[in-house]
């Protein structure tokens, strides 16, 4: 069974293409994946802090859901760690809303007949991603 695909096949920023149309069967998007980010805030909301780290991009990327769900979880669980359970303010600014697809090909013997190829080529929906252009926030 495969899994994701590598990382860097989704770093690369495209214009979402949807096709909106008023027949049902000829819209392309049929179902958007849900975030497996689970929380966007998190540590103490109301108090102010003296210190302040950002995580910055350098340059125009996508990031998958679940590589931001997994940086959260970790920076949150040192953060509590560390500096304890109300010491801090924790929060995710890049948020997932592009629709990532793949078309997936069939390999192996007999493969030429079984798979249709270009025909209908705009792929599945197999997760989202967040656009983040260039000196934009990713953590804060």
């Given at each position: ?5 590598k990382g860097h ?132």
């Amino acid at each position: 069974m495969t899994g994701l695909r590598k990382g860097h096949s989704y770093t690369q920023i495209q214009r979402p293409y949807t096709r909106k149309s008023k027949f049902k069967g000829k819209g392309y998007v049929k179902a958007i994946p849900t975030s497996k980010i689970v929380r966007f805030d998190m540590g103490e909301v109301s108090k102010k802090f003296t210190h302040q780290v950002h995580l910055v991009s350098l340059q125009d990327i996508q990031i998958r859901h679940n590589s931001l769900e997994s940086s959260r979880q970790i920076i949150n669980r040192n953060l509590i760690e560390h500096l304890g359970g109300n010491n801090f303010y924790f929060l995710i600014r890049a948020y997932p809303h592009h629709v990532l697809r793949e078309n997936k090909m069939i390999t192996g013997a007999g493969a030429d007949r079984m798979q249709t190829g270009m025909q209908l080529a705009f792929g599945r929906p197999v997760g989202i991603a967040a656009q983040v252009k260039k000196r934009k926030k990713l953590l804060q």
